[in-house]
Structure formats: C-alpha cells, structure tokens
C-alpha cells in the first residue's frame, strides 16, 4: 500500500494544522506584540478565529465530510466545538504559566503548545468528530 494513501488524512491534516498553527501564532503575536492585548485574551481571541478556519478545513479536506445536511453539520460542528474546547483550554492554561508565571518566550511558547494541540486535535477529529464520514 502507497504509504500516502495510508496516512492521507495525517499528511494532509498537517498540512492544514500548519497552516492554522500560523494563523494562531500570527494572530496572537498581532494582539499580544502589536495591539498589547493581555496574553491569555490574545490567545483566546486567536483561538476563536482559528477554531472556524480549522473546522472548515478538517471537514471538507482533511477528513473529507460531505455531509451538507444542517442538521449533521450542526452536529459536526458542535462536537468539533467540545473537542477543540479542551485543547483549547489546555492551550490557554500552558500560555499562562509558561509566559505569565514563567516569563518564557511568548511565540516559541505558543508554538510548543500549537504541537500538543494538534496531536490533541488530530486524533479528536480522526477519532470522534468525522469518524462517520462516508
């Protein structure tokens, strides 16, 4: 078997986490470095954002759901919402002690946690959310 096809779903997961991994840091660094927004709303906010352009993203091209039924969708969308929920809450707890406790670096902080986080996200995705796709 092609090892691709094999683990398709990772490859391409990662090149989608890759991608809302900059969007969360960029957006972060943005409102932590520019705006000076508080480093745990910074993280939320940038959460938030990522949170939609990643569900998207997982749905329709990583684990390829075509189920357009609202319904499901709303389903999909709700459990996606729970699952990210508590990475996101990881997310936020581990920003929190290593930059406002620790005082480590925020944007390489931010990226070590973005690597718990997707693993996190991965096989939640893989595992609860889209495992019924056709």
């Given at each position: 078997m092609n090892?691709?096809?094999?683990?398709?779903?990772?490859?391409?997961y990662m090149i989608y986490g890759a991608m809302a991994t900059?969007?969360?840091?960029?957006i972060y660094a943005l409102l932590f470095q520019v705006v000076q927004i508080s480093n745990v709303s910074s993280t939320i906010i940038a959460w938030i954002i990522t949170l939609i352009?990643?569900?998207?993203?997982?749905?329709?091209f990583v684990y390829r759901s075509d189920e357009k039924r609202i319904k499901f969708v709303i389903k999909e969308f709700y459990q996606f919402f729970l699952c990210r929920a508590l990475s996101g809450i990881f997310d936020v707890l581990f920003m929190y002690i290593t930059v406002d406790i620790l005082s480590l670096y925020p944007i390489l902080m931010k990226l070590i946690a973005a690597l718990f986080v997707g693993l996190i996200n991965y096989y939640g995705g893989k595992l609860i959310i889209f495992?019924?796709?056709k």
């Open positions: 090892i691709f096809k094999k683990y398709r779903d990772f490859f391409v900059i969007i969360n840091a960029g352009f990643a569900f998207f993203t997982n749905k329709f495992k019924d796709r």
